[in-house]
């Protein structure tokens, strides 16, 4: 069977539309999923829902909510909606920086917009917590995202 370059064309436009069903994989699903909330929140949208999740961004999104950065968060067939409140900005940080408790201070002034203002997520040996807490209990870790 002889082949012509309209049919070898064809195959390639085929095996092209064929490739646009593969869903990309995500190297930072946490990076990821507060990057879709920020761009629904920009687009005027109320909720979002991210299709790919983890342990560790539902525990992100758990701290967001204890502040009332996001209202509510769960699991459905199509992936994790997400319902955020009064967050005007939530991102990611990268590299995750390791701080130690009296370097903390330099991460406020860098990622938040006042003292008083917003959140840093930090994760630690004793779990997730907010800069504040960490402070508190004298512990450093990685600086993982902000919230304000």
Known sequence: MTYTYADTVSEKLRRKSDSRNIVNMSQDIVADGL???MNAKRAGKTNVILKQTSKFLNQVL??????????????????????????????????????????????IRRYLPSRNLGIIVISTSEGLMTHQTAIEKGIGGCVVAYFY
Do not use: Q, T, W
């Not at 204890?66 to 209202?71: H, I, N, S």
């Open 62 to 107: 758990a701290i967001g909510k204890l502040k009332g950065y996001v209202e509510s968060y769960h699991s459905m067939p199509e992936g994790l909606e997400v319902k955020f409140g009064k967050v005007n900005v939530c991102k990611a940080v990268k590299p995750r920086y390791v701080v130690k408790v009296h370097e903390i201070d330099k991460y």
């Open 35 to 37: 990057n879709r909330i």
